[in-house]
């Protein structure tokens, strides 16, 4: 239940604003918990753009070399491993829930340091890289949804694109020791992090809707009054009736209150919008009669591999499942994740005015500043506008990217005494502008519109496929390079930032600010309307 101070009694809005900031206290606090493994994995991913450029380099008097066919083998392998981790991810995430599954997948990201750190040959580093893949596709899952389970709407946007911080502060974290000290010891104190990591999400409360959904009401309900700032259970009637009534509608056969099993028809209802709280749908209260008040256990039928098949393959869950897929590979395709592996060594071609190694670190540093405008920005504008202005700025980045470089002659490139800083601005510019919307955003939206039966594993097939495409992408990077010269290479990933605009404007629903289950309940009439629509045509 979220309070308003226009909304308050007369005399109490200190009372009110007391219990606001707590709640916004309490939701930060946990996507804390939860961010801090988003800031090992960008660590993680980062890592490649520091060894690649030391174990290609001639000067490099280590026992350890790539070749360049090495090095991206070592940059996609990471890729081809993370599609497995997020399938099973959605398996794991249903028996043991976010929380424990969060703490669990710390293990593993210690033992890819250490291997790292101990490494003695190229293919104890391979094998490490496959290793951050499985561990980075396990994470996805459970962190995807873990901030939309926590978080009411009003904070949602706010506190998912907060978690995608992390992984730009990871990105800095790993570059900057990078460039201070040498690629063991970085890989040595980046161990700490999931340490910390464990510790911290021990604190932190598992969702409320995975609790609902095992049949753990009283747990539920302790959840979602931490979570609204360790209120009480009155103070949360109303959002605890709707998940309740939410649970019931979609996975549930009975409530069983004070002994006595009763039909859930009769006791959970709709009452209408006057009663000024929002509802499951038409702006509606939940109300819940005393006979069954909090206390209710909630009964769960068994589900077979069929139910959950059937999950996975209704167009309730393929619609919304295909516009994030789709968004994610426009995402992917922009240009930033590919490149990734490869920045200093691109930095290190256009002559810049700052050595590669801290070009990286200043772009990290714009990024930063892009997911937190996004923060900034999301409740007030909404999520597509985000998506669409931050997909024509990358465009634009991208196209006089290749204008320059199509413009440059080998000479110059070769100037030191002339460095060139309009690539440099163009890059800063791209880094923000990309961390503003398309980086972050449409992991918000597979957070947001997949239905909640089967959306842990929609999720990890919506995130391999993401990786597969990643890998691909990754790989192609150097054959691309080399047939259509680093130009036409931006210029291909400037057309699907455009492509990325006309599907966010055309195809993709504004979420922000609205609770799941409407964002579900939407979605369904939709293509209830669409159905009805084509059985009309066909008759």
């Not at 002659?409 to 961390?435: C, G, H, K, Y």
């Not at 404007?505 to 293509?527: H, K, M, N, Q, V």
Request: hydrophobic share 45%; proline share 5%.
């Amino acid at each position: 239940m979220e309070l308003h101070l226009d909304t308050c009694p007369d005399g109490q809005s200190q009372q009110c604003q007391s219990s606001s900031l707590r709640q916004t206290l309490a939701q930060v606090l946990a996507a804390t918990g939860k961010s801090l493994i988003m800031l090992s994995i960008g660590m993680l991913i980062g890592f490649p753009t520091v060894l690649i450029p030391v174990l290609t380099s001639k000067d490099y008097k280590g026992d350890l070399h790539f070749n360049r066919d090495q090095a991206s083998w070592y940059g996609a392998l990471t890729y081809i491993f993370q599609p497995v981790g997020s399938i099973a991810s959605g398996a794991l995430l249903q028996s043991f829930g976010c929380k424990k599954l969060m703490i669990l997948i710390n293990v593993p990201q210690i033992g890819c340091w250490l291997m790292i750190y101990f490494a003695t040959s190229n293919f104890v580093l391979y094998v490490s890289s496959a290793l951050v893949g499985l561990v980075i596709g396990l994470m996805e899952a459970p962190t995807i949804r873990y901030i939309s389970e926590i978080s009411h709407p009003s904070l949602r946007g706010i506190l998912t694109t907060y978690s995608v911080l992390f992984t730009s502060l990871g990105f800095l974290a790993v570059y900057s020791l990078g460039s201070l000290t040498d690629w063991q010891h970085v890989a040595l104190i980046s161990a700490a992090v999931p340490v910390i990591c464990i510790i911290i999400l021990f604190q932190i409360p598992e969702t409320p809707m995975w609790l609902m959904s095992k049949g753990r009401a009283a747990e539920a309900l302790e959840s979602l009054q931490w979570l609204r700032g360790w209120t009480t259970a009155d103070m949360v009637e109303d959002e605890f009736a709707k998940l309740e009534y939410y649970a019931k509608k979609k996975s549930c056969k009975t409530l069983h209150g004070y002994g006595k099993s009763v039909d859930t028809k009769d006791e959970v209802k709709e009452t209408p919008a006057e009663n000024g709280v929002d509802g499951v749908s038409g702006g509606g209260k939940m109300s819940v009669k005393p006979s069954v008040s909090f206390q209710v256990e909630v009964g769960f039928e068994k589900r077979g591999f069929a139910d959950k098949l059937g999950d996975l393959t209704c167009k309730e869950m393929t619609v919304p499942l295909g516009k994030c897929i789709v968004l994610i590979t426009l995402s992917c395709f922009s240009g930033l994740p590919l490149i990734r592996p490869y920045l200093v060594a691109i930095f290190a071609q256009l002559n810049l005015p700052i050595q590669p190694n801290w070009t990286s670190v200043l772009v990290t540093f714009l990024g930063i500043a892009g997911n937190i405008g996004c923060m900034a920005l999301v409740n007030r504008v909404g999520k597509k506008p985000l998506v669409i202005c931050s997909s024509a700025a990358s465009a634009v980045c991208l196209i006089l990217l290749s204008i320059f470089l199509m413009q440059s002659t080998p000479e110059a490139m070769q100037d030191r005494a002339n460095p060139n800083w309009w690539p440099l601005i163009l890059f800063f510019v791209l880094f923000f502008s990309f961390n503003m919307g398309l980086q972050p955003l449409p992991w918000v939206y597979l957070s947001e519109i997949l239905p909640y039966k089967g959306r842990g594993i929609a999720t990890g097939i919506a995130a391999s496929i993401f990786y597969i495409v990643i890998f691909f992408g990754v790989k192609m990077f150097s054959t691309m390079e080399r047939e259509l010269g680093l130009q036409g290479t931006f210029l291909l990933y400037a057309a699907v930032c455009i492509a990325g605009i006309f599907f966010t404007y055309f195809i993709l629903p504004e979420t922000e600010g609205r609770f799941l289950s409407d964002i579900e309940t939407d979605a369904e009439r939709e293509i209830t309307v669409i159905s009805n629509k084509g059985n009309t045509v066909n008759a």
